[in-house]
């Protein structure tokens, strides 16, 4: 059975500093996506960045990127420069049917992260 | 362009009581997912369609939930009785098409007291 394991329920962050969010996932796919999502305390539930697994290049979006070792099938979420907008709950996602056309995502448990002054 | 539009915003009923969610898919996409979250059980997938076809409705707690995809711009996520238990936050979620590998974009979600 494909799984996605979030294994740090709650972190805290200096603001400016640097906090990497750690996910493992099992799947015997080749071929697929990884996702993080962002749930700030406003409830809606924000892409935040997205991995090729065949890509060996790791994916960044300005202050966010990813760790994405595929034979440890790890994908971590760093993020550089935290800013207090960044408090939310974090979703390392997967999808169920790796990568078909039907099939959904597989969530993780959530992290959630505080920024502090 | 609009996102997902989910309505109401909340949702304060008492036990019983017929519960209608709606949503509004992202025009052109062909996928669309209800989940429920709670605390205790986090992000659940309750029912997804693909093509306005339900592919998978394991997640459907039981007989009292039921959902329609009428057409490709709009679905209903229906309570009926509703109880308690059923309080969480409801979300609608569509995707366009390219399968599984591309993102899912959520509504804002629909929050549900039952009293």
């Known amino acids: 059975a494909q799984t996605v394991t979030q294994s740090q329920p709650e972190m805290s962050v200096q603001e400016a500093e640097t906090v990497t969010l750690s996910c493992t996932y099992d799947?015997?796919?080749?071929?697929?996506?990884l996702f993080w999502y962002k749930q700030p305390p406003s409830r809606q539930m924000i892409l935040v960045i997205r991995?090729?697994?065949?890509?060996?290049q790791n994916a960044t979006e300005n202050r966010f990127s990813v760790n994405f070792q595929k034979a440890a099938k790890s994908f971590s979420l760093k993020i550089s420069d935290s800013q207090l907008g960044d408090t939310a709950m974090y979703f390392c996602?997967?999808?169920?049917?790796?990568?078909?056309?039907?099939?959904?995502?597989?969530f993780g448990k959530g992290t959630k992260l505080s920024v502090k002054p | 362009d609009a996102g997902v539009i989910q309505s109401p915003r909340h949702e304060v009923t008492e036990m019983g009581q017929e519960v209608t969610l709606r949503c509004k898919p992202i025009?052109?996409?062909?996928?669309l997912f209800w989940y429920r979250q709670t605390m205790m059980r986090g992000l659940e997938l309750l029912i997804y369609?693909?093509?306005?076809?339900?592919?998978?409705d394991s997640g459907m707690p039981e007989d009292r939930f039921s959902a329609k995809m009428p057409n490709a711009s709009f679905s209903t996520l229906k309570i009926q009785p509703s109880e308690p238990r059923d309080s969480a936050v409801y979300f609608c979620?569509?995707?366009?098409?390219?399968?599984?590998?591309?993102?899912?974009?959520f509504g804002d979600g629909t929050r549900l007291s039952i009293l």
């Open positions: 991995q090729e697994a065949y890509k060996q």
């Open positions: 979620a569509s995707r366009g098409t390219g399968g599984s590998n591309q993102p899912q974009h």
């Open positions: 369609f693909n093509n306005n076809v339900p592919i998978d």
């Open positions: 799947t015997s796919e080749n071929n697929y996506y």
């Open positions: 025009s052109g996409h062909n996928s």
């Open positions: 996602a997967f999808p169920s049917a790796g990568g078909g056309s039907q099939g959904n995502l597989i």
